[in-house]
């Protein structure tokens, strides 16, 4: 048998074994190789989302330096509220790319000034953001987002990470109106509005191969911000600019004596005290703690968004003051407002506070920042209104055709006044405060009376300023007799003008000359020079248009009429301006927007009236001298002599005139509800009335006086004399009755003053010799905010036995509307009234003495001085309608716009000015009361003042028991400071690529931002 050898079983198996080594090689492979490409996708993903995220911090950045530019240009431009970053496509009507689908080639195609900024492709990766929202037509092309202007900021090149980038910005400033629907309506609307988009890459729109190194749209990052302008959100704004721990205060707690109203009689009794109404038409916001004194009516329209706004604590002594609070269209009247220490309401969110001890988010409230009027703009401090006026560029020649400035230079003219704003370096017209140990000054001891500097006798304050009348055409300059050595007054030429007065005048505004004979002087001294220079341009068929910035280094003094129509010319003005002082701005009287009553029907008129602005902006302080109301003359006074402590003018020949004006304002009347009537803005019905305390001098002496009404040679034709009642005239000297003579041996009352009141009309009853109704040399004459001229002379040919001097120690009128119509701000100091002497200045002659018992124990009745009435004689030495001692004239104030302040007045302060202007007495002077036997008659019946709560003119007083208030101040919000449309919801103020203006031109901003950060939503 042979052996067979046996096969191994093992070499199959390493084969197999093999086999499987492999594959588990190859999936380690794989899964080594799907590791690796995962890691790599991770790390790639990573750098993606780093590089992502790099550059959405860089978008980020670059729309916050969008946003932290608009605000520096809003901030320190020298255009403030007015500058608005050039929209790329900056005139869209010059090849219209939504019609014709060209390009934007940076070129002036149609004349109209303005280029299309850069050209502008579809490609361009910004497109949608720069193209332009509406042709010039106002034809809308494109919805939002649109009309953004590129902002380039530079930075790395695609080649190293396009970590460079820019900015798409654009300000929006689109107030509500009154027809924007309540969806729309938004608190943020009335803000400035600044809009910035971060994009990363650098674009060149000249060269298209750029466009692909920017990100997609949806690479970008937005930001908003919002701005205050600050002097336009707020009726009463307090701005604590300092941020000082003190309290505020408006009002005053004073009461005054007046007699009780009785319907169709005069009560006799003893006066009743009561106390002074303040109206608020309006929002209140204020920076520090504020204090209510007296009854203070705040009237607020919701859908306005007013309120009452205090960032601090709101007390309201619980002994004698009142805030009384009314919705306009609302739930609430006259609604008592609770101190924050008490159980408080905010009245559905009309009113909020900020007191230490608030709990509740909800009434707490941010503090406001101060608007900068002397902001530094430039190099070596260089403020915004210098850079404005001194330092512009020459005004445009089409406004100086008559008197071409040609050889003054590009950089003299402003400098002496020839710039596109108007400088006046009237820097020694200056009030500064002085705490001097000898010889201490401050403006605010010198108003109420307590230092007597730049007082003219008792009732006259005359500060050092510069003083302008406004007119439709013309603006009037007169140098302060202060500025006597600084001849800042220069022709055209650049010589200097040795006259006060100069009269600037709007030509025709298109580079043909015109020539001044027919711009008025009526009552200027007698050289004055007339200069074209005071821009418009015409707009539509005779319609002009202009914008001025006024800045005064000194005080400035400020009255009349901004637009409207000029009765010489007939052309109708729409003015915007803009007046700055580098001191104390002083108002002197009626200061209106126009001369055009509400429910005009002309469509000229329609289309011009409220549609011009002033905005008054004073370093220190804004002032109402209510001792210029009626632009009294500057002549030298005296010791009154008799009568009294007042003093008083003496006019002789050497001497011998005295003038005034009356400019009538607006009246404003207002419906039940407090709210101003639509149509209440109109000329006054009511008779004017001449209200004079004059005597002759000497007890032996005699004089004669005549009063001329717009009687001035200068003008076309003198319009002649005032008639007296032929019961006081001097027949010997005039048969016309145009001559007034008091005193003598003979007369009962030698030396003594007359208390005289005369009605301003015709024997028809209408007003005598007065525009309107005298409308020559004029074919049509504005129904207010004219000047009517006064002089009051001395007749030296009358005739009159020893002749003496010629006494006046009070001239006014009443009744009378004083209205303001204007944005205020006083940076440093407060907006202040003066309060002046009573107009009666005789402290024995009040109603109190009037009702008084005699020695026999009864009524005296009859007013001190008077005597009894000689044989033929009907009148007493006092006129029953002349005012008690301590009794305002019946003359309302209206303070119609804004009021912004860094601390209102000191409550003393406010309640002296209140105690003389702030109410109206019921009834004029003693007229009905009883008069003792061999006295001059009272009258049957009480007159009633006009302007009383039971007059023909009662001011706001919602759910009043009477017929409405009989407040003297009342201050009214001008509805278009946040809302600048006209009737028809078109813009007051557009610039040259139709973006929404401010009221006023280069309004300073208010520092800093309310809000700034990511759009929502975005």
């Known amino acids: 048998m042979t052996n067979q050898p046996i096969p191994s079983p093992g070499r199959p198996r390493r084969r197999n074994r093999a086999a499987q080594s492999l594959t588990v090689a190859i999936i380690v492979l794989f899964l080594l190789l799907f590791l690796g490409g995962l890691f790599i996708a991770l790390i790639v993903n990573n750098m993606r989302a780093t590089s992502t995220s790099s550059k959405g911090v860089a978008a980020d ?188 205060a408006l009002g005053s707690a004073s009461k005054v004596l007046d007699s009780n109203f009785i319907s169709g009689g005069r009560d006799t009794s003893a006066p009743t005290a009561r106390q002074i109404e303040s109206v608020y038409h309006g929002p209140i916001h204020s920076n520090a703690a504020l204090t209510f004194f007296g009854v203070n009516r705040l009237l607020l329209d919701g859908q306005r968004g007013d309120a009452l706004t205090v960032s601090s604590s709101l007390n309201i002594p619980a002994n004698n003051s009142q805030v009384l609070l009314t919705e306009l269209g609302g739930a609430f009247t006259n609604a008592s407002v609770v101190a924050s220490n008490g159980v408080f309401n905010s009245y559905q969110g009309l009113v909020r506070d900020h007191a230490p001890q608030t709990t509740d988010p909800l009434r707490r409230v941010a503090r406001t920042t101060a608007p900068l009027i002397d902001q530094s703009i430039g190099d070596n401090g260089l403020t915004r209104y210098r850079a404005l006026t001194r330092d512009s560029e020459p005004i445009d020649a089409r406004y100086v055709a008559g008197n071409t400035i040609a050889g003054l230079g590009t950089t003299q003219a402003g400098r002496i006044g020839w710039g596109a704003g108007l400088y006046l370096d009237n820097r020694e017209d200056m009030q500064n405060a002085s705490d001097s140990l000898i010889g201490a000054y401050s403006p605010r001891s010198n108003w109420v009376g307590v230092d007597r500097t730049w007082w003219n006798g008792d009732n006259r304050y005359v500060p050092p300023a510069v003083v302008i009348t406004l007119t439709p055409r013309a603006m009037i300059i007169q140098r302060s007799a202060s500025s006597v050595n600084r001849s800042f007054l220069r022709d055209n030429t650049g010589r200097r003008i040795n006259q006060s007065t100069v009269i600037r005048y709007s030509g025709l505004g298109n580079g043909t000359a015109e020539a001044a004979a027919d711009i008025p002087s009526a009552g200027l001294p007698a050289s004055v020079r007339k200069l074209e220079g005071y821009p418009a341009q015409q707009i539509q068929p005779g319609v002009w248009q202009g914008e001025y910035v006024v800045y005064a280094e000194g005080n400035v003094r400020i009255r009349g009429t901004v637009g409207g129509l000029d009765p010489q010319t007939l052309r109708y003005y729409i003015r915007h301006l803009t007046v700055v002082s580098g001191g104390n701005i002083y108002i002197d009287g009626n200061l209106l927007k126009d001369n055009i009553p509400d429910g005009s029907v002309p469509a000229t008129e329609e289309f011009v009236r409220g549609k011009s602005s002033i905005a008054l902006l004073a370093k220190n302080y804004v002032v109402l001298n209510t001792t210029q109301f009626f632009n009294p003359g500057d002549n030298a006074a005296g010791p009154e002599a008799s009568g009294s402590d007042a003093r008083a003018i003496f006019l002789n020949p050497a001497s011998p005139t005295f003038a005034m004006r009356l400019n009538q304002a607006p009246v404003q009347t207002y419906l039940p509800n407090g709210m101003p009537n639509p149509v209440g803005r109109l000329a006054p019905s009511y008779i004017p009335q001449l209200y004079l305390r004059h005597s002759a001098a000497g007890v032996d002496g005699a004089t004669a006086m005549r009063l001329a009404v717009n009687a001035d040679p200068s003008l076309a034709a003198p319009f002649g004399f005032f008639r007296f009642p032929i019961d006081m005239a001097w027949p010997n000297a005039n048969p016309s009755l145009t001559t007034l003579a008091m005193g003598g041996p003979t007369s009962t009352e030698p030396g003594i003053y007359f208390d005289h009141v005369f009605d301003l009309k015709d024997a028809g009853n209408n007003p005598a010799l007065l525009y309107p109704d005298q409308t020559v040399p004029y ?128 409550v003393g302060d406010q309640g002296a000015w209140l105690e003389k202007w702030g109410w109206i007495p019921n009834y004029y002077g003693s007229t009905g009361l009883p008069s003792a036997p061999g006295y001059a008659s009272q009258g049957a019946t009480g007159l009633v003042s006009i302007h009383g709560a039971h007059g023909a003119l009662p001011g706001p007083q919602p759910g009043g028991a009477g017929n409405g208030g009989d407040s003297g101040i009342v201050y009214l919000y001008d509805d278009k400071l946040v809302s600048p449309y006209d009737a028809n919801n078109n813009p007051l103020r557009q610039d040259a690529y139709r973006n929404i203006l401010p009221v006023a031109p280069r309004l300073p901003v208010a520092p800093g931002l309310l809000y700034a950060g990511e759009t929502p939503g975005a």
Request: proline share 9%; charged share 25%.
């Open 61 to 248: 950045k670059l729309a916050e330096a969008g946003i932290k530019y608009l605000d520096d240009e809003l901030t320190k431009s020298p255009e403030g509220a007015d500058w608005r970053p050039v929209p790329f496509v900056a005139d869209p009507d010059d090849t219209n790319i939504a019609l014709t689908g060209q390009a934007y080639d940076d070129q002036d195609s149609d004349g109209d000034g303005i280029r299309n900024a850069e050209p502008l492709r579809p490609s361009d990766p910004d497109y949608d953001w720069l193209r332009p929202c509406s042709a010039s037509n106002g034809t809308p092309l494109n919805p939002e987002p649109c009309g953004y202007s590129r902002v380039d900021f530079g930075g790395r090149t695609p080649g190293a990470g396009n970590l460079g980038g820019r900015a798409l910005v654009k300000i929006v400033y689109k107030p509500d109106s009154r027809a924007t629907a309540a969806p729309d309506r938004s608190a943020t609307n009335r803000f400035l509005k600044l809009l910035s988009i971060g994009r990363v890459g650098i674009v060149d729109p000249s060269d298209p191969t750029t466009f692909a190194s920017s990100e997609g749209k949806g690479a970008r990052r937005e930001q908003v911000a919002y701005k205050q302008i600050g002097t336009v959100e707020f009726l009463r704004h307090i701005t604590n600019k300092d941020n000082r721990s003190v309290v505020a």
């Open 779 to 906: 074919a049509q004459v504005p129904k207010f905010g004219i000047d009517n001229l006064l002089n009051l002379s001395v007749d030296a040919n009358a005739g009159v036995p020893n002749q003496t001097d010629y006494r006046l120690s009070r001239a006014g009128i009443a009744p009378a509307d004083i209205r303001v119509e204007a944005l205020i701000y006083a940076q440093e100091g407060s907006f202040f009234i003066i309060p002046g002497p009573w107009f009666n200045p005789d402290p024995n002659d009040t109603y109190e003495n009037y009702i008084s018992l005699d020695s026999t124990g009864q009524p005296l009745y009859r007013r001190p001085g008077d005597n009894l009435l000689a044989q033929g004689v009907t009148r007493g030495r006092i006129d029953p309608r002349f005012p008690f001692y301590g009794q305002p004239m019946d003359i309302r104030i209206t303070l119609f716009g804004a009021i912004t302040e860094n601390m209102p007045a000191e």
